[in-house]
């Protein structure tokens, strides 16, 4: 008996850290904002955060400077009934995302919180601070979750999604989590549980390690001025593959998604070879996205760009290669030349309203 109760106080200090209950749950999901807004993939990292376990206390963490993080912070307030903090960390270091201040920031604002999980979006964002601060933290990041069972079940596509990994963290406090927003859509919001506004208060920045400051800087950021939706939260996506053969003729796969209200996507040939720029790519090393229709033109289908579009609701595809892969994922088929079917859409489409 003796013995046991010394194995027991022995072993004891170790198990107490490791992540436990649900009823002990509590996390932090770190934000991007722009114009005033919490970014729709943070909205979702919130909407994974439900998933851990019953009774979490969810935090969201923004940073910045001016009016826009004011308005960000009501925002997040509001966003998700589900929040029940918003912690804001006034600087300018924070103003461009720069990952070593963030991550510093993360850091701190765990050392005071002592969060169980902490969260952010697998976009570039949450890929560039995460793994940052989980150094930092001196924990084992586990990235692009895509379903969580519980406070330390996830599973996360490897291998371009062709194999799904169940992963059981066993590690220390704070358990942290890239989530990839197409597998966590947020449902509308009711007017009625918007009026639950969460709580705001600020980040006592006086501890801040500065020495994460000045490591890297902000330059500049170019952007191309679109009215078309946003590629990784767009309903539709209309794709060109190399098959248009030229940025003059990629120019149709803009019109047809300009028909469609849809954003336009490309594959990484179209990309390399100087048709659109990168940001449109889609696939394992672009935007991962699911909308309700995804129109592949001239798109072979590589393991790798599938990787970023099987998740859509329909796919639809048109290559004049009846062997090419892309059509043992499309829902609809056609064989046919892109030359002829995009036209004939343009003509046979109704105007958009
Ligand atoms: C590490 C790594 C990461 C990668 N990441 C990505 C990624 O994120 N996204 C991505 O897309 N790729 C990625 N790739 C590249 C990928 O392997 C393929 O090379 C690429 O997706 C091919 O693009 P494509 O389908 O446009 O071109 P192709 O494979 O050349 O296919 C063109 C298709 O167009 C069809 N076609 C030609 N003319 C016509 C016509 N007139 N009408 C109809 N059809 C026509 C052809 O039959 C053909 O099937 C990656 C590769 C590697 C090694």
Redesign the pocket.
């Known amino acids: 008996m003796a013995m046991l109760r010394a194995v027991k106080t022995a072993f004891l200090p170790r198990f107490s850290s490791l992540i436990s209950t649900a009823r002990s749950v509590s996390t932090l999901v770190v934000a991007e904002h722009e114009g005033g807004a919490i970014k729709g993939p943070s909205i979702s990292a919130v909407e994974a955060a439900k998933a851990l376990g019953d009774g979490n206390l969810i935090s969201i963490l923004v940073a910045g400077s001016g009016p826009s993080l004011q308005e960000a912070a009501a925002h997040a307030a509001s966003c998700h009934p589900s929040i029940s903090q918003v912690l804001v960390a006034y600087s300018d270091k924070f103003t461009h995302s720069l990952a070593e201040p963030w991550a510093r920031l993360v850091h701190l604002v765990q050392q005071k919180g002592g969060y169980s999980h902490i969260l952010a979006a697998a976009n570039s964002f949450g890929k560039n601070i995460l793994p940052r601060a989980a150094a930092l933290l001196d924990v084992s990041p586990i990235t692009d979750v895509i379903d969580i069972s519980g406070s330390s079940q996830f599973v996360r596509p490897i291998y371009a999604g062709n194999a799904l990994c169940t992963v059981r963290y066993t590690g220390t406090s704070p358990c942290m989590l890239t989530i990839r927003s197409t597998s966590f859509p947020v449902p509308a919001i009711s007017a009625d549980t918007k009026s639950n506004e969460a709580r705001i208060s600020q980040v006592d920045l006086s501890t801040f390690g500065e020495d994460s400051v000045g490591k890297s800087r902000y330059v500049q950021h170019t952007s191309q001025d679109t009215e078309r939706p946003d590629l990784g939260s767009a309903r539709i996506v209309v794709t060109g ?3 248009l ?1 030229s940025a003059e003729n990629f120019k149709m796969i803009e019109k047809l998604a300009e028909k469609l209200g849809a954003a336009v996507g ?5 990309v390399d070879a100087g048709f659109v720029p990168n940001d449109l ?6 935007k991962i996205v699911a909308p309700e229709l995804y129109m592949a ?9 599938i ?2 579009m099987r998740d859509s609701r329909v796919i639809v595809a ?4 009846s062997d ?1 892969p ?1 059509f043992q994922v499309a829902d609809y088929g056609l064989v ?4 002829e ?1 995009i036209p004939e859409l343009l003509e046979k489409l109704p105007e958009k309203k």
């Open positions: 593959g190399r098959g053969k490309a594959t990484r040939a179209a790519q889609v696939g394992q090393t672009g033109f001239g798109v072979s289908g590589a393991i790798q760009h990787a970023g048109v290559n004049k290669d090419a892309i046919g030349d892109l030359f079917v």
